[in-house]
């Protein structure tokens, strides 16, 4: 497949070309059980206004917020945050719907967007970039000026 790498039954198994795995896209029943299971295990754990999810996308941590995002099915993100002092068992500072996937190119780089308003919410995922770069950024723009940008860590779930 090219630049992609080589795609081994029908795109189940990639590797590259030097024979390292890039992602396995099949999972049995027994995966699917247990990842439903991990997933409902996860819920429990949370707000209860915040149970209604798909399946989780990400933890984001900047120096002061703890941010949610899950896929609510239908190409819609939600965006829950938390000061850092807080846990998500808590009900969060602010919760965004209707957020929006971007995709950054073929590198993997991409982003969430949430609108509240004339404000922006966007996380910023950066699997390319320079030495130093953090692994993700949140940035909040008001009327097209930006008023915080943090660098943040993903979190293991």
């Not at 829950?80 to 846990?87: M, N, P, V």
Request: charged share 25%; aromatic share 10%.
């Amino acid at each position: 497949m090219g630049w992609r790498g080589i795609m081994l039954g029908s795109g189940d198994i990639w590797i590259d070309t030097d024979g390292r795995l890039i992602s396995i896209n099949y999972q049995s029943q027994y995966e699917k059980e247990l990842k439903d299971k991990l997933i409902t295990g996860k819920k429990g754990k949370l707000n209860s206004a915040l149970t209604n999810f798909k399946k989780p996308v990400c933890i984001l941590e900047t120096s002061k917020f703890r941010i949610r995002i899950d896929d609510l099915g239908n190409d819609s993100y939600r965006y829950a945050s938390w000061s850092l002092k807080q846990s998500m068992s808590e009900k969060p500072d602010l919760v965004l719907n209707n957020g929006k996937f971007i995709q950054e190119g073929t590198g993997g780089n991409h982003s969430f967007e949430f609108k509240k308003g004339n404000y922006i919410y966007t996380c910023y995922i950066i699997v390319l970039g320079e030495k130093n770069t953090p692994p993700a950024r949140l940035v909040i723009s008001q009327n097209g000026k930006e008023i915080l940008n943090q660098e943040a860590k993903i979190v293991p779930r």
